[in-house]
C-alpha cells in the first residue's frame, strides 16, 4: 500500500531548521536595528536628557524680592544674605545617617525635620531643604568640614529682613514658602513648590509686582551622590528681581507713635494725607516681629502668639475684630449729614437746652455730663460734645433718612485701602436689619443711640480716620486710602458733599475742642500749628464692669491752610476720649516739625508740660482764633 503525504527526510528537517535559524536571526537583527535607529535618531533628546537628569540636579534659585522704601526713600524692607541648606537626593539610609550628623549642628527641631520630609517627598528627585535660616556660625562649621559633608549643599539667597521690625509688623506682612493648597488655587496659577510668597500685608497685596521670577542653576554629582560642581549659571536660568515699591508712609513717625504707645492699652493709630489718600502712618498695638516668620512661623512661636490674650496678631487698624462703636467722634459725620440735608443750620439754638438729660422719642437719654451744657449751637455742641444736641439732630433726621444717607454715603463700606483683608464697618442699611438679626421692628428712639456713635454701627480706626479726611477737606471728599505710591489717586469713596459755609462751621468746631471749655483743652497745641480733633468715648458694653474705649481723631495745617494730616487714634478702656487726645497731638507735632524742619519739641502740650514744671505759654488761656483761608 503507497503511503501519502509528505516524506520527512534527515536533509528536509536540517533544511527546514536552518530557515527558522535565518528568519529567528533577521528578525532579531531588524528589532535590534529598529531600537538602536530609534535611540540614535528618533529619541536621541529624551535619553540624553535622561543620562544628563542622573548626573545634574537642579536647584531652584530664588529670585531678590524689591525693596519697599518709605516716602523718604528710609528702607522698610530688604534683602540680606540668608542660607539655606539642603540634602542631596540618595537612598534613605544614606540621608538619614546625614540629617543625624546635621542636626545638631543646625539645633534642627523634630517639627522642622518632618516639614522637610513632607515637603521633600512630593518631589523625591530634587534636594532635600532641611532650612532656611541656618545660623551663619553653623554655615562656617559646615564649610570647614565639608569632606564630612559630601551631600550637602549651603546656598546663600535673598533673604526678606525688616529693619523697623514690630513698628511695620501688621501693615507689611510676611514671606514664606508656598503651601500645596495655594498651587492648587486659581490665585496663584504659575507658581512652583519652593517658591516663597507675600503671606500678608503689602508683602501679599503686591505679590506679583515685587516677588520676581525665580531662576535654576544646575549641580553636577557622581553616580553616588557626591557633588562634584556647580555648572555655569549660563546653563541655567537667572532669577528676575521684583521690582520696588514706594510707600506714602513716614517710616519715622511710624516709629514715634510706637515709641510713645501708652503700653497699658491695646489699640491702634492710623494717620491719612486727606489731599491724596495717602497712608502715613499704620500701627496697631501689641505687635509682633515680622522677621521670626520668615520662611516659616515656628510652631512655639505660633501657639504662643494665638494662647496671648492680648492678641498680637490682631490688626486694630482695619482687619475683622478691629470695628468698635465710634462713640462721640461720630458726631462729626452726624453733623456734617444735619447740615447737608437741611435739618439744622450752624447759628441755630436747639429749642431744649441740655440740663444733663432730656425726654425725647418716647424715652429719656442722659448726657455724658450730669450738670447740663445749657443751650447749644452747633460749635458749641462740637466743642462740649453735648449728647442732648445730637439727640435733637438725630430726631430732625429720623430713623429713615439716616439709614438712607448713611448707606448712599458709604458708611458701611471698606475704604478701599490696598491690603488684602479689610473688614467692612457695621451700620443698618434699613430698617429690616432689627428685624431680620434682633426680631422686633425698630422704633424712632433708635436714633438716640446711633446720633452719638453707640447703637448697632461699629466702625474701624481707618475708617474714622478716612471720614474725617472727607470733613476736614473743602469739598467734603476723600479719596481711598492707599500705602503704596501710584500714578493717579484712589477713587474717591467717601463724599460728605459739603458747601465750603458748612467746611468752615464743622472746622470751628472741632478748633473749640481743643481750647478752654472744650473736652482737651489740655492737648491744645501752640498756634504754630492749627490743630482741631474730637474727642470719643464708647460705652465698652452696657451695664459691665469694664471702663470705656477712647477715641481720638484730629488734624493739622499750618494756619490758614488746608490740612494736611489727620489721624484717628483707639485706645482699649482707656476710659476717656482725653487719654488718646495727647498722643495725637505729639504725633501730629512731631510729623509737621520734621516735614518743615522746625526744633522738635518733645513735650509741646500743656498736658506733657505741667507734670514737668516747664512753662506754658500765654496761648494756653487765650482764645481760639479761626485763620483766615489763604
Not at 542636626?103 to 532635600?128: G, V, Y
Not at 501657639?303 to 461720630?330: E, H, I, M, N, T
Not at 478748633?511 to 497745641?525: C, D, E, N, Q, W
Not at 469694664?546 to 488734624?555: E, T, Y
Request: aromatic content about 10%; glycine content about 10%; overall charge positive.
Amino acid at each position: 500500500m503507497r503511503r501519502t503525504g509528505r516524506i520527512s527526510t534527515p536533509r528536509a528537517m536540517r533544511l527546514r531548521r536552518s530557515l527558522a535559524a535565518r528568519l529567528f536571526i533577521a528578525f532579531c537583527f531588524i528589532a535590534l536595528l529598529g531600537a538602536a535607529g530609534r535611540l540614535q535618531v528618533l529619541q536621541v533628546e529624551y535619553y540624553a536628557r535622561e543620562a544628563r537628569n542622573q548626573r545634574l540636579r537642579p536647584v531652584m534659585v530664588p529670585a531678590p524680592r524689591g525693596t519697599i522704601y518709605d516716602r523718604y526713600g528710609q528702607v522698610i524692607a530688604e534683602n540680606v544674605v540668608g542660607y539655606r541648606v539642603l540634602i542631596m537626593p540618595a537612598p534613605w539610609e544614606v540621608m538619614q545617617a546625614q540629617i543625624d550628623k546635621l542636626r545638631p549642628i543646625l539645633n534642627l527641631t523634630d517639627e522642622e525635620l518632618t516639614r522637610a520630609k513632607r515637603r521633600w517627598s512630593r518631589e523625591i528627585h530634587l534636594p532635600m531643604t532641611l532650612t532656611v535660616n541656618a545660623d551663619p556660625i553653623a554655615v562656617a562649621t559646615l564649610e570647614e568640614h565639608r569632606e564630612d559633608f559630601p551631600g550637602v549643599l549651603i546656598v546663600d539667597y535673598a533673604k526678606r529682613h525688616y529693619p523697623a521690625g514690630e513698628a511695620v509688623a501688621h501693615m507689611i506682612g510676611y514671606v514664606a514658602e508656598i503651601t500645596e493648597g495655594e498651587i492648587a488655587s486659581r490665585e496663584w496659577a504659575g507658581y512652583e513648590q519652593g517658591q516663597w510668597i507675600g503671606k500678608a500685608g503689602l508683602e501679599r497685596q503686591y505679590e506679583k509686582q515685587i516677588g520676581g521670577v525665580p531662576g535654576s542653576r544646575y549641580l553636577e554629582i557622581d553616580a553616588r551622590g557626591r557633588i562634584m560642581r556647580w555648572l555655569p549659571e549660563e546653563l541655567g536660568t537667572l532669577p528676575i528681581p521684583g521690582h520696588d515699591l514706594q510707600l506714602h508712609l513716614d517710616l519715622d513717625l511710624q516709629r514715634y507713635v510706637m515709641e510713645i504707645w501708652p503700653r497699658q492699652f491695646r489699640g491702634a493709630f492710623v494717620a491719612l494725607d486727606p489731599k491724596t489718600g495717602g497712608v502715613l502712618a499704620y500701627y496697631s498695638h501689641p505687635s509682633f516681629d515680622p522677621n521670626k516668620f520668615i520662611g516659616g512661623i515656628p510652631k512655639p512661636l505660633w501657639d504662643s502668639l494665638q494662647a496671648d490674650s492680648a492678641k498680637p496678631l490682631l490688626d486694630r487698624v482695619s482687619s475683622g475684630g478691629a470695628g468698635q462703636p465710634p462713640a462721640s467722634a461720630w458726631k462729626l459725620p452726624v453733623a456734617a449729614m444735619a447740615l447737608e440735608e437741611g435739618v439744622i443750620k450752624p447759628k441755630e439754638f436747639m429749642p431744649w437746652a441740655c440740663g444733663g438729660g432730656i425726654y425725647m422719642l418716647g424715652r429719656y437719654a442722659r448726657c455724658w455730663d450730669k450738670k447740663g451744657h445749657g443751650r447749644s449751637d452747633l460749635v458749641k455742641g462740637i466743642m462740649e460734645s453735648c449728647d442732648v444736641y445730637f439727640y435733637q439732630v438725630g430726631a430732625r433726621l429720623g430713623l429713615k433718612r439716616y439709614l438712607e444717607v448713611g448707606t448712599r454715603m458709604g458708611f458701611q463700606k471698606r475704604t478701599g485701602i490696598d491690603l488684602p483683608y479689610e473688614a467692612r464697618n457695621q451700620m443698618p442699611e434699613n430698617t429690616d436689619w432689627w428685624v431680620q438679626r434682633l426680631g422686633y421692628k425698630p422704633k424712632a428712639s433708635e436714633m438716640i443711640s446711633l446720633s452719638i456713635g453707640q447703637g448697632p454701627q461699629t466702625m474701624t480706626p481707618l475708617k474714622l480716620a478716612h471720614m474725617y479726611a472727607a470733613i476736614v477737606r473743602p469739598d467734603g471728599k476723600a479719596p481711598a486710602p492707599r500705602l503704596a505710591v501710584t500714578d493717579s489717586l484712589g477713587p474717591i469713596t467717601i463724599d460728605f458733599n459739603l458747601s465750603p459755609e458748612h467746611h468752615e462751621w464743622l472746622m470751628k468746631g472741632m478748633r473749640r475742642v481743643m481750647a478752654k471749655g472744650g473736652t482737651a483743652p489740655l492737648s491744645r497745641l501752640p498756634p504754630t500749628w492749627d490743630f482741631v480733633g474730637k474727642t470719643g468715648t464708647a460705652q465698652a458694653c452696657a451695664g459691665c464692669p469694664l471702663r470705656d474705649h477712647a477715641w481720638f481723631v484730629g488734624a493739622i495745617a499750618v494756619p490758614g491752610y488746608d490740612m494736611e494730616i489727620v489721624a484717628a487714634m483707639f485706645l482699649q478702656h482707656a476710659e476717656h476720649g482725653y487719654t488718646a487726645s495727647g498722643y495725637v497731638a505729639n504725633a501730629l507735632n512731631f510729623y509737621m516739625n520734621r516735614k518743615y524742619g522746625r526744633q522738635f519739641d518733645r513735650f509741646p502740650t500743656p498736658r506733657d508740660r505741667f507734670p514737668r514744671g516747664l512753662p506754658v505759654g500765654s496761648w494756653f488761656n487765650g482764645p481760639v482764633v479761626d485763620p483766615p483761608r489763604r
